[in-house]
């Protein structure tokens, strides 16, 4: 897979509202399933599918810790997209102003 493509599989990954919300919950440190579902207020199959999305775009791993599975983001630079993300919306907003 050529960085192009990478880089759309990331930003796809990134485009749905749920996962941003688990990506930026994921930011300051890892969780462990039931904290997500407890915090983002989703059923277990539907943060499962999410979860397995942003896995596969390599922005979050897991990992095994007892019996739970604890999430973090595997992409520093995830946080930097988010924030070019949001400073967009801000800039695209202010236009209407």
Known sequence: MDIEALSVKILKAMGHPIRLKIVKFLLDKPHC???LKENLEF???NLSQH???LKEAGII???KVGVQTHYHVALKSAA???AAAEAMGREYLSQFK
């Open 33 to 35: 399933v039931c904290e």
């Open 43 to 45: 059923s277990q199959p």
């Open 51 to 53: 979860l397995k999305i």
């Open 61 to 63: 791993e897991s990992e």
């Open 80 to 82: 930097a997209l988010i």
